[in-house]
């Protein structure tokens, strides 16, 4: 389809004279010359194989022919020139870059982001996920969020954002079906671990001074939203930081069976880059507020 376009050039140029009824103005409005204007649309009418114009004396008159195309030109060049103001837009669109990892992003951050795009329709953000540890000069972002503040780059402030446990939690037809009043139950399930967090189990028993066996059913996923897609599922029971729970717990999905059992995990911290954008400024403010408020409604969370 595009090997049969016309020259573009040409086309324009064509579009300008029949608008204008005169080469001369044509070529005031293109900057080019009157001969130019004139060799365009030669070039065009060669292409096409019919006349465009009728060349009078002082006056140059569409044809039938060529009123059409200029009738299906002009519908063309509107639409490609409203693309293009479209494009210029949403590149002068402030945006704010924000680099998280993929579980936080999609079980923390996604499901809050409507209600920000509905505060601030102006700003457009730029979620950026990544399991490594930040740093500005590599990853170019204007907000980072990491929990605790190992491996941060130096340049990097790393300022104190919310605190975090780690509860166990299980689908209830799960826990109606095997039960789960104590630790030495969980012998009866499967452990579902994320290679993210793969310690945390490791960690709990210690905590509580039990005993894991080698022989202790797991089952392995990548991110922490996958082991809780899993404990939905009623595949396993599952060790969660309280941040990635989301609605889960509310909307019933999951329960927590043994709720005052928990462990302090190293809080949430945030880093800004060197030159901090009003637009970053304002996203900055919107999210110490949600860290302060409701987790938001099973609504507001993405399909998983």
């Known amino acids: 389809m595009i090997t049969q376009l016309p020259p573009l050039n040409a086309v324009r140029a064509f579009a300008a004279a029949a608008r204008h009824q005169s080469f001369s103005l044509a070529a005031e409005e293109l900057h080019v010359s009157h001969s130019a204007v004139s060799r365009h649309i030669k070039l065009l009418e060669e292409h096409l194989g019919v006349l465009l114009f009728e060349r009078r004396i002082r006056q140059s008159v569409l044809t039938p022919a060529g009123q059409h195309f200029f009738e299906q030109v002009s519908a063309g060049l509107a639409q490609i020139a409203s693309a293009a103001a479209e494009l210029r837009r949403q590149a002068s669109r402030p945006a704010v870059k924000i680099n998280v990892r ?99 189990w490791h960690n709990w028993a210690m905590h509580f001074g039990q005993t894991q066996s080698a022989n202790q059913p797991t089952r392995q996923f990548e991110h922490m939203h996958r082991v809780l897609e899993a404990a939905v599922e009623g595949q396993g029971v599952a060790l969660c930081p309280t941040s990635l729970l989301g609605s889960h717990l509310a909307s019933g999905e999951l329960i927590c069976p043994l709720p005052a059992l928990r462990i302090p995990l190293p809080r949430y911290y945030y880093g800004l880059a060197p030159q901090v954008s009003e637009q970053t400024q304002v996203f900055l403010t919107w999210l110490r507020a949600q860290c302060a408020g409701p987790t938001p409604t099973k609504k507001a969370q993405p399909t998983r």
């Open 102 to 200: 993929p579980s936080f992003a999609l079980l923390w951050l996604t499901p809050r982001l409507a209600e920000f795009n509905a505060l601030h329709p102006q700003i457009e953000l730029q979620v950026v996920t990544q399991t490594q540890a930040p740093d500005q000069a590599r990853d170019g972002f204007d907000v980072v969020i990491r929990r605790g503040r190992d491996d941060w780059a130096p340049a990097i402030e790393a300022q104190a954002l919310f605190e975090d446990e780690l509860v166990l939690v299980a689908a209830p037809s799960l826990i109606e079906r095997l039960g789960l009043d104590d630790l030495d139950a969980l012998a009866a399930h499967r452990l579902l671990i994320a290679k993210a967090r793969r310690e945390d």
